[in-house]
């Protein structure tokens, strides 16, 4: 049945052609309003700096006369004239600032609303007015003329309506035009073909297609009409073929089904035999799927033996293996008459046992019957009853190399006399025992290794733990060294501040109670102030700025005519008094005012001693609690917020001892926020890290330490100056055992413990080293839920620095 197209008003060929024109013109009338719009605004542009020209012609003379008339109220009627004109903004006369001292002129005129553009002209004017013939002209000043963008826009706005009006009229009359010819053209013929092809049918292929068109044209409708002609003339002669073909294929189909029957009675028999095949088969595809899901060797051989035995005639079975050195077969099964052999090895160069001789034969199958099976020798264990009379051996192959024999024997003669259905269940049991019993072999050998690999693991696991706990040490040994020293210091400096209080007691006590009596209440007064500026004083001077302050106070008491000024110019620079000596001066000029500034000083450094003693004691403090903070160490506790400036200000500490002396320390530390984290071990991160950095500096140059926060994780750099990290060692600084430092200073777990426990942190350690310059260590660690840390233990943890 030949099925006819509906013509559908959206879906024609003019009503697409319709869509597509409008589109164009479109699409042609925005490009070409673009473009002209474009134009005018240039034109635009060019029309209002004409303007501005002309103006600045109209009113450069007048304006400078004016000015040098100094007439300020005509200079305003005059700009307010000017900027009268629709394309002028504002204008503004600025004076000449050499000219008319006291009275110059500036005068502004804008339009309400006006803003200054970087779109709109502006012209900028020089003012010169000649006041005599001959005379030179003099500067008066500038004028300068803003356009006003305002009305670029307005004119502009006006501009695109005309052009659009008149560029949518041309695209609109083009269309219809177009559309217009096409429809006379090409439509209304289209269609008529359309209907014709819609009313084909078997019946009408005989009325030819003809258009009602003026004169023969060659065009490609014509070429249509004719196609068409002849595409009706071909079917109908197809048409008549296709019939008689009918006919004769209903003859033919009369003699198929007769043959049909005669070959489903073949086929039935057929069927009958292959079924009982299948049950064979589906037997043997149990027997194989039992065999490949073991992995124990006896329960193979086991299953193999008892389904040959529902299948075949069997009085003794055995499975043979070839050893891994493959100089004999092991007999790990044998089954005779209900005794079990016990495993024994066969040498393949002893032909008198069948096994060695069907597993050095090429045969698929050796079938061994009567004297020859009988005189095989017997296996340990087996006491015979009967002689065996027949015999099948069936080499195990796996990937086309043997692996050994399955062994098939019976007391009867020709038992397997069927060879063909025998080899076929031989065959196929024989392949799938192959693969389960490779697969146990396999097996057995894969989980002796990983036994192997696991004590290996184990030994190889103290060893890096007893080498961790050495390097640990050694570095615990060195640190406590540093902490010794680093304690003596500010205990050196308690035992001086408490012998300074002492003498200073000592002396001021002596006469100090007899001298506040002899004081008056302003005498006093004044004593208590000095006391007061001497306790105020800043930080310790160095011996060349106290030596310096005391020459200037020197001077001044001597300037003053104060008795004994070298000795009080000494004391007053220890005091650190120099902007407050006026006020001191009524107090020293005193007769006992040399023994008040020794009391004083007395008092002073009683104070400032006191002051030493507790910094030293907060020092020593710090560096305990500092010691302690680092040397405890819990792996089996859960993470904790924690502040990673904190333990990273714990490990300065603990080696400030060995960075304060020839190491710049700078510090580039952000605020951030609390990480959860496991403090300790970030502490012996950064532990490796400072360490790896002072040694590879010699304790000598700059160490840059930076804390901030990237991309929702915290950022710790640690760059030093040293030597740098040869580029064929840098990929390999964080292979465990791996180092470049001198036997006995390192084991070469240093960094690779450092990145363990940032792997554990779900973090990233990197490293950047240019040699001759310094290398920086980045660490990232990213912000992380409570729920999501990793369990403790997960990275080993507490090693030796180690670059």
């Not at 005794?339 to 698929?364: C, G, H, I, K, Y």
């Not at 890096?464 to 902490?483: D, I, T």
């Not at 020839?662 to 490796?688: A, K």
Request: proline share 4%; with cysteine.
């Amino acid at each position: 049945m030949i099925r006819r197209p509906v013509l559908r008003g959206p879906a024609t060929l003019g009503g697409k052609l319709v869509l597509a024109t409008l589109v164009f013109s479109a699409l042609f009338t925005l490009l070409a309003v673009g473009v002209r719009t474009w134009f005018a605004w240039g034109e635009g542009i060019a029309r209002m700096r004409d303007e501005l020209l002309l103006m600045e012609h109209v009113y450069q003379h007048t304006l400078a006369k004016v000015i040098w008339e100094v007439d300020r109220d005509g200079l305003v009627v005059h700009l307010r004239s000017a900027a009268q004109i629709e394309s002028i903004g504002c204008i503004e006369v600025r004076p000449s600032s050499d000219s008319y001292d006291g009275n110059n002129l500036l005068a502004e005129v804008c339009k309400p609303g006006w803003k200054a553009s970087s779109v709109a002209p502006s012209r900028v004017v020089q003012l010169s007015y000649q006041a005599f013939p001959g005379q030179t002209s003099m500067m008066l000043g500038e004028l300068v003329l803003h356009g006003d963008e305002r009305m670029l826009w307005q004119r502009l706005r006006a501009e695109i309506l005309n052009i659009v009006m008149t560029q949518l009229i041309q695209s609109l009359a083009l269309a219809g035009f177009i559309m217009l010819m096409f429809n006379r053209s090409v439509t209304v013929h289209v269609r008529r073909i359309a209907s014709h092809l819609a009313a084909l049918a078997p019946g009408r292929l005989d009325t030819p297609l003809a258009l009602r068109r003026r004169g023969g044209r060659g065009d490609e409708l014509s070429q249509l009409v004719s196609g068409v002609n002849l595409l009706q003339a071909n079917l109908s002669d197809y048409l008549a073929q296709q019939q008689a073909y009918e006919n004769e294929l209903s003859r033919h189909r009369d003699h198929l089904a007769e043959a049909i029957q005669e070959r489903t009675a073949e086929l039935s028999q057929a069927n009958e035999a292959l079924a009982g095949s299948a049950a064979t088969l589906r037997q043997l595809g149990d027997i194989g799927l039992q065999l490949t899901t073991s992995l124990d060797q006896q329960a193979i051989c086991y299953t193999l033996h008892k389904h040959l035995a529902e299948l075949l005639p069997l009085d003794g079975f055995g499975v043979a293996l070839l050893e891994p050195d493959g100089r004999a077969l092991r007999l790990v099964y044998y089954v005779e008459d209900g005794q079990r052999a016990a495993q024994m090895l066969m040498p393949l160069d002893d032909l008198r046992w069948n096994t060695v001789r069907s597993f050095l034969a090429e045969a698929e199958v050796t079938a061994v019957n009567d004297d020859q099976a009988a005189l095989a020798p017997l296996p340990e264990g087996i006491e015979s009853r009967n002689s065996v009379r027949s015999a099948l051996f069936r080499p195990l192959e796996v990937h086309g190399e043997r692996r050994g024999v399955v062994i098939v024997q019976s007391y009867q003669p020709f038992a397997y006399q069927a060879r063909e259905r025998v080899r076929e269940i031989l065959r196929s049991t024989a392949a799938f025992a192959a693969i389960a019993l490779s697969n146990a072999s396999a097996y057995s050998a894969e989980e002796a290794a990983r036994q192997e690999a696991d004590r290996t693991l184990r030994e190889l696991r103290q060893a890096q733990g007893q080498l961790v706990q050495s390097e640990k040490m050694a570095a615990l040994g060195q640190l406590v060294a540093g902490v010794a020293h680093e304690i003596n210091t500010p205990l050196g400096a308690v035992k001086a501040s408490a012998r300074n209080i002492l003498a200073s007691l000592q002396e001021c006590l002596g006469g100090f109670p007899e001298l506040m009596q002899r004081l008056d209440l302003e005498r006093l007064t004044q004593f208590r102030q000095l006391l007061e500026l001497a306790g105020a004083a800043p930080a310790v001077l160095s011996s060349r700025e106290e030596r310096a302050l005391q020459r200037r106070l020197l001077e001044r008491l001597q300037a003053e005519q104060v008795p004994q000024a070298e000795e009080l110019a000494g004391l007053l620079a220890q005091m650190q008094i120099e902007a407050q000596l006026p006020a001191c001066l009524p107090l020293l000029r005193s007769e006992d005012g040399p023994a008040l500034a020794r009391a004083v000083f007395a008092l002073s450094a009683v104070a400032r001693n006191a002051e030493n003693i507790n910094a030293a004691v907060d020092r020593v403090a710090k560096i305990v609690f500092a010691l302690r903070a680092y040397s405890r160490f819990d792996a089996s506790s859960d993470p904790v917020m924690a502040d990673v400036t904190e333990g990273l200000e714990t490990v300065l500490t603990i080696y400030h001892s060995q960075i304060k002396q020839h190491v710049e320390l700078v510090r580039h530390y952000e605020p951030v926020e609390p990480l959860l984290c496991w403090p300790d071990e970030l502490n012996q991160v950064w532990t490796n890290l400072l360490q790896n950095a002072l040694q590879a500096m010699q304790y000598r140059g700059r160490l840059e330490i930076t804390v901030k926060t990237e991309a929702g994780q915290v950022v710790v750099a640690i760059r030093d100056s040293g030597a740098g990290i040869p580029a064929d060692v840098l990929p390999r600084i964080f292979d465990a055992f791996f180092t470049t430092k001198p036997i006995g200073l390192g084991s070469g777990l240093g960094l690779d413990i450092v990145s363990k426990i940032v792997a554990k942190h779900q973090g990233q350690v990197a490293v950047e080293s240019t040699p001759g310059v310094g290398s920086c260590f980045r660490v990232c660690l990213p912000y992380r839920r409570r729920d999501a840390a990793e369990p403790p233990g997960a990275a080993a943890s507490g090693a030796a620095p180690e670059a």
